[in-house]
């Protein structure tokens, strides 16, 4: 489990006995027959996350959004978010193959959730929760497909560097010692070091590594990025 993904589930735990969300709560159960067989957050927590099928589940969660939807109160949104954090982490999982931070994904996660949960007709649908997770993870992808178009559209390596003379510096062999040096320093691993060299330097496109938009290719696409920005934040901090 990522930092993020800790502290979120840390979070939902110390919030869920919480007066202003025990007020939210009494106050969707007054308006929400689904809810009136639970008499705290708690005991609805439990009852959702049970394996248990229960054909009551759906039309809680109708119930659920349509109430967040209704009533922004204090802790509402970090409940009914808890509440998804299993379905969350399995959506998670799907991107095993992908290069991402975990904090990141994460976060990006929660952030396309909330978006979904604030769609006016997402309590209409047949299915609230898959129609929920079918948002998140449609969100996710206009997310990623952006990063990695953005990764690809960056300027070279050389354009970021803090050394004026940096081309002569990087010229052949001793550009590829040197690089190796910084990438040691800002403890960026050799095989990403390598595929910066080729790429960036050496002038490879990554579409010759692998075909694009393939998952060879966005693994090398990610890699390359998170270490390039882990090489320029050592070189902005040896500037100074």
Partial sequence: MSPSRLAFAQEFE??????PLRQWFE???SHEAGLQAFIDPESLRRFLHSEEADRRKPEIWRALVRSLQLHQAEGARMFVLGLLEPVLGHLV????DVELEPDDLWQEIIACA???LANPRLPERRQVLAGL???????LCIWLRRE?????GEAPLLDQSYDANLDEALDGVDGEVLLAEWCRRACVTSSDRDLIFATRIGGIPLSQLAPARSRPYNRRLRRRDRAERRLGLWLRRKKR
């Fill in 114 to 116: 909330l978006q979904a």
């Fill in 27 to 29: 106050l969707a159960r």
């Fill in 93 to 96: 999982d799907t991107f095993d």
């Fill in 133 to 139: 997770i079918k948002d998140t993870y449609k969100h």
């Fill in 14 to 19: 110390r919030q869920l006995n919480s007066y």
């Fill in 148 to 152: 990695f178009a953005k990764a690809e």
